[in-house]
């Protein structure tokens, strides 16, 4: 938080306090805002968590919109390489405080420079996310960053070391752990009521291969777009102004995690490992057939990623097609549950009468999980997806990617993440970063 510290450390309450008991004067203005008292229900200046955006697209605008409300939270800036985005952060931003401080910034280290900065807000292209999230911890903020947390395996994993070794809060945007339909359904699974788990399926949006590049076309004024900068640790290429419309880097591989495998792959797949009580292992064999990858764990049991040929229109032929996106199915020997986005639980016929008034529905919302990461930014426990959690999820949809990139079956060591007797396969764990970025910070 920021506290306004003196360099020996006191902080300015308490410099304050001493100040008075000892008898000395100290001189206050004479009129304080009540907002930097702490009053109206907001916390007083130097208890809130200063924050830093960086990264301002439909994403960063939709987290934002979550924990400005927060009273114990101060934006202090937005970092973007575009100057239309980083504008329309800080119009956001001051609209909310009702004033014109919000800094903008093009290079997201003059941002993570900041003292007053204590925590950060990341929602770059999938390209920047690593890369950006070891940088802050460096600089010593905490770390809500969006999902895909990175492009490899090698990517999350050194991440996850980053967090581990700066000793940082880390909370991954795969905010439906904290979303009451997708807790209902975990704990169906886990208090036995399903029975014996034996399957459990995640949806995934259609991966692709796509490595072409858009035709070359002049470069914008760097204060309009660095494009340099945009591209940042992925492989150089023209800039073409495509890739910056919407999520137009998408479809491309140098930019998107494992050919967008992970879009949908990091918040279903996450899901089941959750329910499998998985989220310290991952399952050993991925064999793809042509509509899902097919995996399985130590236990017996086995994880259905289902890749969906239009996930808008018709999301899996034996869903009951009404729970919305990003759907997951909990299957045991005594019933199953099924939900997605719209808040509603599906049950089997034999568990519907008995648990459907339990059952109500809850939408999606990012705001839980970003008082989650807000609160562990206060107590420094860790948040309900910190960064081993992330580690594993993100493991299983890469060597799920894997098994359908190459096309054959893979078996992993959980303790090692090496794929068993495939050099190919270890060979596609990492991929180098363009200069001058590095893993090694």
């Known amino acids: 938080m920021n506290t306004d510290q003196t360099p020996s450390g006191i902080t300015r309450r308490g410099f304050i306090r001493r100040a008075s008991a000892a008898g000395g004067a100290v001189v206050l203005p004479w009129l304080v805002p009540a907002r930097a008292l702490g009053r109206d229900g907001v916390a007083a200046a130097s208890e809130r968590i200063g924050l830093g955006v960086i990264g301002f697209g439909a994403r960063g605008q939709y987290d934002l919109g979550a924990l400005l409300p927060e009273t114990d939270v101060h934006c202090l800036a937005v970092c973007d390489v ?24 093009t290079d997201l280290r003059e941002l993570l420079a900041r003292p007053d900065i204590d925590a950060v807000l990341i929602a770059t292209g999938d390209r920047w996310h690593t890369q950006a999230a070891l940088l802050a911890a460096k600089a010593g903020k905490d770390v809500y960053c969006e999902k895909p947390c990175g492009l490899t395996m090698g990517e999350v994993q050194a991440l996850a070391q980053g967090i581990q070794r700066y000793a940082r809060i880390f909370q991954c945007g795969t905010q439906r752990r904290s979303v009451a339909n997708f807790q209902r359904a975990i704990r169906l699974a886990q208090n036995g009521t399903l029975g014996r788990l034996h399957t459990l399926h995640a949806s ?18 760097r204060d309009q777009c660095d494009w340099d900068l945009w591209l940042g640790p992925a492989t150089w290429r023209p800039y073409n102004p495509r890739y910056l419309v919407g999520r137009g880097w998408q479809g491309y591989c140098d930019f998107a995690a494992a050919g967008a495998f992970l879009d949908w792959g990091v918040h279903t797949v996450d899901l089941c490992q959750w329910a499998n009580q998985s989220d310290h292992t991952l399952p050993t064999e991925y064999e793809a057939t042509p509509t899902a990858v097919v995996a399985r764990y130590a236990n017996g049991v086995k994880l259905v990623c289902d890749i969906l040929a239009d996930p808008w229109v018709n999301r899996l032929p034996y869903y009951l097609n009404t729970t919305g996106s990003c759907p997951v199915r909990f299957e045991g020997d005594e019933g199953s549950v099924e939900t997605g986005d719209n808040g509603d639980l599906a ?45 594993r999820s993100h493991q299983v949809c890469f060597a799920a990617h894997l098994a359908w990139y190459l096309g054959r079956k893979l078996t992993i060591d959980p303790a090692t993440t090496e794929f068993v007797d495939d050099a190919e396969a270890n060979r596609m764990r990492r991929r180098a970063l363009r200069e001058p970025w590095s893993l090694h910070l």
């Open 204 to 221: 995934i949006t259609p991966p692709h291969r796509n490595n072409d590049w858009l035709p070359a076309e002049p470069e914008p004024a």
């Open 82 to 105: 575009v100057r239309e985005r980083r504008d329309q952060g800080k119009q956001m931003v001051d609209a909310h405080y009702g004033n014109q401080d919000c800094a903008t910034y």
């Open 347 to 391: 049950l089997s016929a034999n568990l519907e009468k008995a648990h459907r008034g339990q059952l109500a529905g809850s939408g999606l919302s990012p705001a839980g999980h970003g008082r989650n990461f807000l609160d562990c930014v206060r107590s420094r426990a860790l948040p309900i997806c910190n960064q081993n959690i992330m580690l």
